[in-house]
Every structure is written in structure tokens, then in C-alpha cells.
């Protein structure tokens, strides 16, 4: 099992900025991937933004040129810096992992953190 501890969320005005932080422990050295998802009320979860342990990087579209994810793997966190924030950016950010397990892949989610983005 992997324990994912979220903090950074809270407040802020269109075109601020939030940095989210993740921090894993229990079998960190069978994740292969971390990463952000979002779900804003009635939508589904969406992928925000990942990074493997190879250091590829994906983003959503709606988010590139503004959130930018790093990783310090001595400290087992996964960092995403928001700027540019905008209201469509309202949703409960949440921190996800993928790990390897003999041939089977898995999921693990923290536990969400708010993000709220004003007019």
C-alpha cells in the first residue's frame, strides 16, 4: 500500500497562484508513475498531470503553459505549481500514484484537497 498526504489547497483570485504538494510513503519504491487529478461538482475526475519515475511528463491541455509538476524523489513528494489560476480550475485536486505489483498494476488516491479559484 502506498499513503498519499495532500496539502496546498485553499483560495485564491483569477490569475493567482497555489502550489499543491503530495507526499507518499508505505511501497514508494514500486511506484512507477505520480501524478494530479481534478473533479469539479458533475463532472468526472480528469487527469491534471503526471510524471513517471522516467521523468515524462504529461498535462492536460487546458492546463499547459500554466501548472507545471515536479517530483523530488528524495523526499517521495510530487509538487503542482498552479499559476494563471482561473474559476474553471475550481475542483478537488487530487494526488494519485500508480504502482507495480508482480505482473498488476494499481491505483492509490489521496485524499483530496480543495482548490477555489474566485472572479
Known amino acids: 500500500q502506498v499513503q498519499l498526504v495532500e496539502s496546498g489547497g485553499g483560495l485564491v483570485q483569477t490569475g493567482g497562484s497555489l502550489r499543491l504538494s503530495c507526499a507518499a510513503s508505505g511501497r514508494i519504491h514500486a511506484i512507477i508513475a505520480m501524478g494530479w487529478y481534478r473533479q469539479a461538482p458533475g463532472n468526472q475526475r480528469e487527469l491534471v498531470a503526471g510524471?513517471?519515475?522516467?521523468?515524462?511528463?504529461d498535462y492536460a491541455d487546458s492546463v499547459k503553459g500554466r501548472f507545471t509538476i515536479s517530483r523530488d524523489s528524495a523526499k517521495n513528494t510530487v509538487y503542482l505549481q498552479m499559476n494563471g489560476l482561473k474559476p474553471e480550475d475550481t475542483a478537488v485536486y487530487y494526488c494519485h500514484t500508480k504502482t507495480t505489483g508482480g505482473l498488476q498494476l494499481y491505483d492509490h488516491w489521496g485524499q483530496g484537497t480543495q482548490v477555489t479559484v474566485s472572479t
Open positions: 510524471i513517471t519515475t522516467h521523468g515524462d511528463i
